[in-house]
């Protein structure tokens, strides 16, 4: 409102200064606009405002198409490690299981270990978990030994290919943390097992070379 | 088998009906699933014949329980009568019950029923109630208990009437009974209960929420030290005031399978390692000085348990491959294979408990795929086994040293049974759930009674 002010008083002074001056010559003849012309100036002055509109709207969109793009682009990229690390955690929480009362690797578990083995060599900052347990049928004071022995075996594997062995710690649950209830072989076979857990570094996981 | 009495009587005649007893519910036969070494001839022990009276709730619940104490202490021939209601034998019938004048003593019937003991729980008004054991051939009485007991909803109720108890079979038999004690066991909600050596008055002692495992009482019978899973920490629980402490205090390993000392001082437990599984010493009084007694690296030494004396401890090992009983030096020193074995032919061996007079040591071996109890006399190292139905395992004494309580699977699920073992006779102690890993305290006062 204020910025209207001066053009108010601007018109005003020339209206005065035209009232002051006698006899005053002649005023020529206001021009004639041509109205061609004029729509002509007019047309060429909204295409180039349309242009202009478009020229920023193409860049606007561009910037924006741009942005999704590289949104998206970041956006897979974190489902492709996040997907990498689940299926990295699930190689890791395989189980390996025992014969009755042994704590040996059997040699069809040796390659479950081998791909834990991988895993915690592509990512140095992993540390694990390694729980032992034991089936219903041995001594429940014994099954505690007998689950430390079984977690013990599985962390010597590794430790004897190179893992640092303060990456990896024990514990024994004996059988008092069965994963089936029942009380026959294909139950205790399954209760017979080491269960690996990530202690830390666990949030990204790499996948190993070639897996 | 079952050496009880029947008695059938009516008007004034007294017939003895033969062995065909009466059992109580929670009794099998000695025979099923027992194997004893002692051979048990019926008649040997005093008839004991506890006396009705007054019905009345106290006196009623008192003389319930008295007479299942006397018949569990295993001292006895317990002479039953047909019905509670069918005849009254006892003082009562002469006014027994006031406080005025001698009461009659019939002891005529009473030796003519089969009792040389007899048993009556009088009140005597202002006094009190008295247990009052009467020698039938002696003609007087044995001893007179008094018990301080008013109500059955007093809390030290029936640790009061267990004692009397005790006191009666000290008379009677002269040595006390177990009647006042009580047994540890873990439940399948993973918490540790305690349960009256009657079977009665299942109390949880850990709190829940907690896995607990392997209980054992302290020696004077006011604490309880267990494992707490899956942290592996040994909990020292106070009964009385519910505090606790970890020993040793800090610790990332698993620690249990604890024993104390008979003076108490030494906590001696199982430790689970990188070195494998090793026995280590904790001096309880001091709070210091964790100790090593197991040598050697890739062996399971484990259950450890402390002679009365406390000089030696017996423990399961598999130094020399299978488990089995060895014994060492309370400082660890001299280990030696204890329970004689042929290599490859005697099954594991396991969990150690030396008896309270220390001429036992009970344990649980393994016998055609199978758990059963044992028992060594540790002067001449010879074993005897006491089961053979179903899965039998963890054998704990009573402070007799004469009752033993176990896990047994025999009917089912595990459940803790005791045994007798000078008559061989088993019993039920527990039926809900499952139980197991059971721990026998010593006799208990009343102001452990919380």
């Known amino acids: 409102?204020?910025?209207?002010?001066?053009?108010?008083?601007?018109?005003?002074?020339?209206?005065?200064?035209?009232?002051?001056?006698?006899?005053?010559?002649?005023?020529?003849?206001?021009?004639?606009?041509?109205?061609?012309?004029?729509?002509?100036?007019?047309?060429?002055?909204?295409?180039?405002?349309?242009?202009?509109?478009?020229?920023?709207?193409?860049?606007?969109?561009?910037?924006?198409?741009?942005?999704?793009?590289?949104?998206?682009?970041?956006?897979?990229?974190?489902?492709?490690?996040?997907?990498?690390?689940?299926?990295?955690?699930?190689?890791?929480?395989?189980?390996?299981?025992?014969?009755?009362?042994?704590?040996?690797?059997?040699?069809?578990?040796?390659?479950?270990?081998?791909?834990?083995?991988?895993?915690?060599?592509?990512?140095?900052?992993?540390?694990?978990?390694?729980?032992?347990?034991?089936?219903?049928?041995?001594?429940?004071?014994?099954?505690?030994?007998?689950?430390?022995?079984?977690?013990?075996?599985?962390?010597q594997y590794l430790v004897s290919r190179g893992i640092a062995a303060d990456r990896i710690t024990t514990r024994s649950m004996g059988e008092e943390q069965p994963i089936d209830p029942g009380h026959n072989e294909e139950a205790w076979a399954k209760n017979r097992r080491d269960e690996f857990s990530i202690v830390a570094g666990g949030d990204v996981l790499m996948k190993p070379p070639g897996m | 088998m079952n050496a009880r009495r029947r008695l059938a009587t009516g008007l004034g005649v007294v017939a003895l009906l033969g062995?065909?007893?009466?059992?109580?519910?929670?009794?099998?036969?000695?025979?099923?699933?027992?194997?004893?070494?002692?051979?048990?001839?019926?008649?040997?022990?005093?008839?004991?014949?506890?006396?009705?009276?007054?019905?009345?709730?106290?006196?009623?619940?008192?003389?319930?329980?008295?007479?299942?104490?006397?018949?569990?202490?295993?001292?006895?021939?317990?002479?039953?009568?047909?019905?509670?209601?069918?005849?009254?034998?006892?003082?009562?019938?002469?006014?027994?019950?006031?406080?005025?004048?001698?009461?009659?003593?019939n002891y005529p019937l009473y030796g003519a029923l089969g009792a040389d003991y007899a048993v009556d729980v009088a009140d005597r008004g202002d006094s009190g109630l008295v247990v009052v054991v009467y020698d039938v051939k002696g003609r007087g009485v044995r001893r007179a208990v008094r018990l301080a007991v008013t109500d059955v909803r007093d809390p030290d109720f029936r640790l009061k009437v267990h004692q009397a108890s005790d006191e009666l079979?000290?008379?009677?038999?002269?040595?006390?009974?177990?009647?006042?004690?009580?047994?540890?066991?873990?439940?399948?909600?993973?918490?540790?209960?305690?349960?009256?050596?009657?079977?009665?008055?299942?109390?949880?002692?850990?709190?829940?929420?907690?896995?607990?495992?392997?209980?054992?009482?302290?020696?004077?019978?006011?604490?309880?030290?267990?494992?707490?899973?899956?942290?592996?920490?040994?909990?020292?629980?106070d009964l009385q005031s519910g505090r606790q402490d970890v020993v040793p205090p800090t610790t990332e390993l698993l620690n249990f399978a604890p024993a104390v000392s008979p003076d108490g001082r030494v906590l001696v437990f199982t430790r689970s390692g990188e070195d494998g599984t090793h026995l280590y010493a904790y001096n309880l009084a001091e709070r210091c000085c964790l100790q090593r007694l197991t040598a050697g690296r890739f062996s399971d030494n484990l259950s450890p348990t402390f002679s009365p004396d406390g000089r030696r401890i017996a423990f399961a090992s598999t130094r020399a491959g299978a488990p089995q009983i060895y014994v060492m030096s309370a400082d660890g020193t001299e280990p030696e294979l204890f329970a004689p074995f042929d290599y490859g032919v005697t099954g594991s061996s396991y969990a150690p408990e030396w008896s309270p007079d220390g001429l036992h040591l009970a344990f649980h071996r393994e016998v055609a795929g199978a758990y059963q109890v044992f028992v060594m006399d540790v002067a001449s190292r010879t074993v005897r086994?006491?089961?053979?139905?179903?899965?039998?395992?963890?054998?704990?004494?009573?402070?007799?040293?004469?009752?033993?309580?176990?896990?047994?699977?025999?009917?089912?699920?595990?459940?803790?049974?005791?045994?007798?073992?000078?008559?061989?006779?088993?019993?039920?102690?527990?039926?809900?759930?499952?139980?197991?890993?059971?721990?026998?305290?010593?006799?208990?006062?009343?102001?452990?009674?919380h």
């Open chain 1, 1 to 155: 409102m204020r910025r209207v002010m001066p053009i108010v008083w601007g018109i005003t002074v020339l209206g005065v200064a035209a009232a002051c001056g006698g006899s005053p010559p002649p005023p020529p003849p206001a021009p004639q606009p041509n109205p061609d012309s004029l729509a002509r100036v007019e047309a060429a002055r909204r295409d180039s405002l349309a242009r202009e509109q478009a020229r920023r709207d193409s860049i606007e969109r561009a910037r924006r198409e741009a942005e999704e793009r590289i949104r998206r682009m970041r956006e897979d990229s974190l489902a492709v490690v996040r997907r990498t690390t689940e299926e990295v955690r699930g190689m890791l929480a395989a189980m390996i299981h025992f014969d009755f009362d042994k704590s040996d690797i059997r040699p069809g578990d040796a390659q479950i270990l081998d791909q834990k083995l991988a895993i915690l060599q592509a990512n140095p900052n992993l540390r694990i978990e390694i729980v032992g347990h034991a089936d219903e049928r041995g001594s429940d004071e014994y099954n505690l030994a007998l689950g430390n022995r079984r977690a013990l075996a599985a962390k």
């Open chain 2, 19 to 105: 062995p065909a007893g009466l059992s109580a519910q929670d009794t099998i036969p000695p025979t099923e699933g027992v194997r004893v070494g002692i051979t048990y001839t019926p008649g040997l022990r005093p008839g004991m014949l506890v006396l009705g009276g007054a019905r009345r709730e106290l006196l009623d619940s008192v003389r319930a329980m008295v007479q299942r104490d006397l018949d569990y202490s295993d001292r006895f021939e317990m002479i039953t009568l047909p019905g509670s209601d069918s005849l009254v034998v006892g003082p009562a019938a002469a006014g027994s019950g006031t406080s005025g004048g001698r009461p009659f003593v």
């Open chain 2, 385 to 449: 086994q006491l089961t053979s139905a179903g899965r039998n395992e963890d054998p704990t004494w009573a402070p007799d040293g004469r009752h033993l309580a176990f896990v047994s699977n025999r009917t089912g699920t595990r459940q803790i049974w005791v045994m007798d073992m000078d008559t061989g006779r088993v019993r039920q102690l527990t039926r809900q759930g499952g139980t197991r890993l059971p721990s026998w305290s010593p006799r208990l006062s009343l102001t452990m009674n």
């Open chain 2, 169 to 237: 079979v000290r008379a009677a038999a002269g040595s006390p009974g177990i009647a006042a004690t009580r047994l540890l066991f873990l439940q399948d909600d993973g918490r540790v209960y305690r349960i009256d050596s009657d079977g009665a008055d299942a109390v949880p002692v850990t709190p829940a929420g907690v896995k607990a495992f392997s209980p054992v009482w302290t020696p004077d019978g006011q604490r309880v030290i267990y494992t707490e899973l899956p942290a592996g920490r040994l909990v020292v629980r």
